[in-house]
Antibody, heavy 119, light 110 residues
């Protein structure tokens, strides 16, 4: 059974940094592209970043480009999101999600980790 | 403002049919597969439909998806109180080079 566990969220001051992790079990991790999707309080879903199975290709929303870095360690079955220069509008629940096909749909999601950016 | 346009809210009675629309353009829905997600507040999204009209295992056939031109739709038949949730469409956008979600539709089952 596919299982994703996201962690690393918390309270951080504006301008600060945080690293999120997504631990995966139950499938061949290196065969699946992965993404981070966030949801601000009371708002809809926003795709943040994606990474290919090998890690060789990465994609970012304009809102985080240059501040966030997605990466993965296939030997540890873990994906990361390094978030720098955090702003108040980055406050959200961050979900990791698996993309098993080639058309950007997500069949498994983590439980979410809350990131709060506030002084 | 979302790239994909969904009605903010809809309501229907148990047993009825509802159609949730998702409108886009040629750079997204017009040329890429659409997926649909159900989210009950406080829980992660759940995949309902992928590749426009395919259902993952475990999703009942009361849920169906379609795409025509630059629009897509999710149809739910035989509405149940447990279907009360937020619904999102999503696809790739080649102009923006990212995944785009609709703004979401809050479905109330009266």
């Amino acid at each position: 059974e596919v299982h994703l566990v996201d962690s690393g969220g918390g309270l951080v001051q504006p301008g600060g940094s945080l690293r999120l992790s997504c631990a995966a079990t139950g499938f061949t991790f290196s065969s699946s592209a992965m993404s981070w999707v966030r949801q601000a309080p009371g708002k809809g879903l926003e795709w943040v970043s994606g990474i290919s199975g090998s890690g060789g290709s990465t994609y970012y929303a304009d809102s985080v480009k240059g501040r966030f870095t997605i990466s993965r360690d296939n030997s540890q079955n873990t994906m990361y999101l390094q978030m720098n220069s955090l702003r108040g509008d980055d406050t959200a629940v961050y979900y990791c999600a698996r993309e098993p096909g080639s058309s950007w749909w997500f069949d498994s999601w983590g439980q979410g980790t809350l990131v709060t950016v506030s002084s | 403002q979302s790239v994909l346009t969904q009605p903010p809210s809809m309501s229907a009675a148990p047993g009825q049919r509802v159609r949730i629309s998702c409108s886009g353009r040629s750079s997204n829905i017009g040329n890429y597969y659409v997926s649909w997600y159900q989210q009950i507040p406080g829980t992660p999204p759940k995949l309902l439909i992928f590749d426009n009209n395919k259902r993952p295992s475990g999703i009942p056939d009361r849920f169906s998806g379609s795409r025509s031109g630059t629009s897509a739709a999710l149809v739910i038949t035989g509405l149940q109180t447990g279907d009360e949730a937020d619904y999102y469409c999503a696809t790739w956008d080649s102009s923006l080079n990212l995944v785009v979600f609709g703004g979401g539709t809050k479905l109330t089952v009266l």
